[in-house]
């Protein structure tokens, strides 16, 4: 079983910075994927950042050049640093890391962490 417990959301101006952490417990497997999604009031699920096992990595194009995803196997940890914060990334920021098993895919998520950009 894997648990995902995220942290770093808050409230921020606009053009100030945040970094969310979301940490594993359990076994994950080193060449999965780990991602970020985000869903604000009234709009759809989205996928904002996700980074492959081997770090590879692929934004969505509303925060390209302002988020950054990284990985720590190590600490089983996945991190978005974000930066030049928009009232439009307000939203509630989830983890997710699908697990691939020969009997199909199973998907984690955390619980979530509200980001609020607001003066």
């Known amino acids: 079983q894997v648990q995902l417990v995220e942290s770093g959301g808050g409230l921020v101006q606009p053009g100030g910075s945040l970094r969310l952490s979301c940490e594993a417990s359990?076994?994950?497997?080193?060449?999965?994927?780990m991602a970020w999604y985000r869903q604000a009031p009234g709009k759809q699920h989205e996928l904002v950042a996700a980074?492959?096992?081997?770090?590879?990595?692929n934004y969505t194009d509303s925060v390209t050049g302002r988020f950054t995803i990284t990985r720590d196997n190590a600490k089983n940890t996945v991190y978005l640093q974000m930066t030049s914060l928009k009232p439009e990334d307000t939203a509630v920021y989830y983890c997710?890391?699908?697990?691939?098993?020969?009997?199909?895919?199973?998907?984690?998520w955390g619980q979530g962490t509200q980001v609020t950009v607001s003066s």
């Open positions: 997710n890391v699908p697990m691939v098993f020969l009997a199909g895919t199973i998907m984690y």
């Open positions: 359990g076994s994950i497997f080193s060449s999965s994927a």
């Open positions: 980074i492959t096992g081997d770090g590879s990595t």
